[in-house]
């Protein structure tokens, strides 16, 4: 059975045509609990003894203005900006 983010598009559509709401995103967890973690990363000047952990999340474009959050530097997401 496929899931849900199969039919993202069509609800979020649905969802903002009734009113009820002002924006719609999607996201792999829940705003503030990370529910996947990686570690191996390296860069220039990391100290070798260390293994840092990163939390991370999948989440749509629209996953930043829907929860209100602010960019401090840099952009937000963008569909026109796409990276792999």
Request: aromatic letters at 14%; hydrophobic letters at 35%.
């Amino acid at each position: 059975m496929p899931g849900i983010q199969n039919y993202y598009n069509a609800i979020r559509n649905d969802m903002l045509a009734t009113g009820v709401v002002d924006n719609f995103a999607g996201a792999s967890d829940g705003t503030t609990n990370l529910g996947a973690w990686r570690t191996g990363f390296n860069w220039e000047g990391k100290n070798p003894n260390t293994l840092p952990s990163f939390g991370f999340m999948y989440m749509t474009e629209a996953f930043g203005t829907t929860i209100g959050w602010q960019v401090k530097e840099g952009r937000d997401f963008s569909k026109e900006l796409l990276t792999r």
